[in-house]
């Protein structure tokens, strides 16, 4: 018998995104925008979403935290299955369908993990985004 559980999905499709600059002086905000998500292709770690499938739980995602501005990101990915508080970097003011992608849209947070990011920026370093979530795999 075979047992359906939930697991801890990790993907680091590592999509590049690009940074700008909105706003000026304290008021000055650090913004990222990028392919956070890709349906009917393999990503980096071989898994394959279904189209269907990710715009129901970006729906739902986009419902319950993007709107009543709930939804944060981690700078890396840590074992924990809930966001861990410790290493929020960004906080996620929209995302939207194009296709099969689903482009996002963050604001770099004034923190200590916020920070790393913008000297990463500053520095023309690259980086991306990356997901996980709680699910089961088929």
Known sequence: ???????????KNFEEVNSLFEG??????LIIKGTYAQAEVPNRNKRYYKKP???RE??????E???????????GHSDKHS????????????????????????????NDK?????SLVEAGGRFGVSTKELGSIH
Do not use: P
């Open 24 to 29: 000026e002086g304290s008021s000055k905000k």
């Open 58 to 63: 970006f729906s739902k995602y986009i419902n």
């Open 65 to 75: 935290s993007v709107r009543n501005k709930s939804a944060y990101g981690e700078l």
């Open 1 to 11: 018998k075979m047992e359906n559980r939930l697991l801890l999905i990790t993907e």
């Open 114 to 118: 916020g920070r790393i990011i913008s």
């Open 83 to 110: 966001l861990d508080e410790d290493r929020v970097c960004h906080l996620i003011r929209n995302i939207y369908q194009d296709g099969n992608n689903w482009i996002g849209e963050s604001i770099i947070l004034n």
């Open 53 to 55: 499938i990710l715009e």
